[in-house]
């Protein structure tokens, strides 16, 4: 048995050559976030970021949500995740559902959030915690917190924002509105709308468009895009010099040039 097909709580794991697919699974609860559901997602990121087999990482939820957040059930009784008094909450977060932005922020793999349905509350941040968001046209979004009189505990006032802009991330927060897919689409906050029939292909078909290019250059293309927030000109500068020093002596680069001269698709190799 591979670790893929290994049960894990809460999950669905799918592979398909070099992509793989993580499907929320708790769909009775609009797939809601749970502590098994964390722990499986911790596991599952860490191994497949390792995997050299694996170029793109797709997430998704089973049935007709794709995540409705925290579990609304669990605050109400102040059970699992939302259990104990103030200290003990801020120590579960950290240890727990804060694992998931973390998890997710480390990875060097491509990652496409393919939304089909509701991205609600941290539903929506995990979203945005994603490199791209494919959505179909029933789907929406909401940062729901401040109806509950709560905080996005998750981290998601430092993702949306660098996804959609300050002004926007402030008026989804503030507000806690519901955008559907056309107003996701207009402010950014999604790269492509499609109709749900059609959401699996077209989100497999633009996973596959980046599986087919150099994964060691795409992993240090994305560290360069995410750090460029915490330095200046000249420290982005000396990084890129340095990245591609590594990249352009690669076995990939070599195969890259040598394809374009031969006019047909690279092969690349992620080494």
Known sequence: MSFYQRPFADLLITTNKHLLTITLNRPEQSNAISLPMIDSLKQVLSYADTDNEIRVIILTGAGKSFCAGGDVKAMEEQSGMFAGESNELRN????????????????????????????????????????????????????????????????????????????????????????????????????KLCDDNNLENETFELATKISQNGP?????????????????????????????????????????????????SPQFKGN
């Open 216 to 264: 060691i250059a795409q992993a240090m293309t994305k560290q360069a895009l995410k750090a460029y927030k915490f330095s200046d000109l000249s420290s982005q500068l000396n990084m890129l010099a340095t990245f591609q020093g590594i990249a352009q002596r690669t076995h990939d680069h070599q195969e890259g040039l040598a394809a374009l001269k031969e006019r047909r």
């Open 92 to 191: 579960r977060y950290i240890q727990g559902i804060q694992e998931i932005p973390r998890s997710i922020e480390a990875l060097q793999t491509p990652i496409i959030a393919m939304v089909n349905g509701p991205a609600i509350g941290a539903g929506c941040d995990l979203s945005v915690m994603c490199d791209l968001r494919v959505a179909g046209k029933s789907a929406k979004f909401a940062e729901t917190f401040s109806k509950l009189s709560l905080v996005p505990g998750d981290g998601g006032t430092f993702f949306l924002q660098r996804v959609v802009g300050y002004s926007k991330a402030m008026e989804m927060f503030l507000t806690g509105d519901s955008y559907n897919g056309e107003q996701a689409l207009a402010m950014g906050l999604i790269n």
